[in-house]
């Protein structure tokens, strides 16, 4: 079996559900943008996670294109209501297979923190 080279990524920002945060994946949405979604994507050459209610994007560039993992991070809390689940992070897992004719020798990952206007983004 190949080996796989990954890096993983946990960014913390609120939480909260769409429509004013939510990932891109190579400039846009996917089927499902939320925050909270647990997805593997072949060819990313960038993800955007958008907090517009803060006012901020993390925007993650990959040389060459990987695969990506993307899953929110959760810890379980005790509430009135019962034990519930809240999402902490988003965790991004980029990866490249290493050897072969399709390996990576060599990768590049720049990470932005960008302001983002909700009108224009």
Same mark, same amino acid.
Do not use: C
């Given at each position: 079996?190949?080996?796989?080279?990954?890096?993983?990524?946990?960014?913390?920002?609120?939480?909260?559900?769409?429509?004013?945060?939510?990932? #891109?994946?190579?400039? *846009? /949405?996917?089927?499902?943008?939320?925050?909270?979604?647990?997805?593997?994507?072949? +060819?990313?050459? $960038?993800?955007?996670?958008?907090?517009?209610?803060?006012?901020?994007?993390?925007?993650?560039?990959?040389?060459?294109?990987?695969?990506?993992?993307?899953?929110?991070?959760?810890?379980?809390?005790?509430? #009135?209501?019962?034990? *519930? /689940?809240?999402?902490?992070?988003?965790?991004?897992?980029?990866?490249?297979?290493? +050897?072969?004719? $399709?390996?990576?020798?060599?990768?590049?990952?720049?990470?932005?923190?960008?302001?983002?206007?909700?009108?224009?983004?």
């Amino acid at each position: 079996m190949p080996s796989r080279f990954g890096v993983e990524l946990n960014l913390a920002f609120y939480m909260g559900p769409p429509p004013d945060r939510f990932v #891109e994946i190579n400039g *846009e /949405r996917p089927d499902d943008p939320s925050v909270f979604a647990v997805a593997e994507i072949v +060819g990313v050459r $960038e993800v955007r996670i958008v907090d517009a209610w803060l006012g901020l994007a993390a925007h993650l560039r990959l040389d060459p294109p990987g695969t990506l993992w993307r899953f929110p991070v959760q810890t379980l809390s005790r509430s #009135e209501a019962g034990y *519930e /689940r809240v999402a902490q992070q988003i965790a991004l897992l980029p990866h490249w297979p290493l +050897g072969g004719p $399709e390996g990576v020798s060599r990768l590049k990952l720049l990470l932005i923190i960008e302001g983002w206007e909700a009108a224009g983004g």
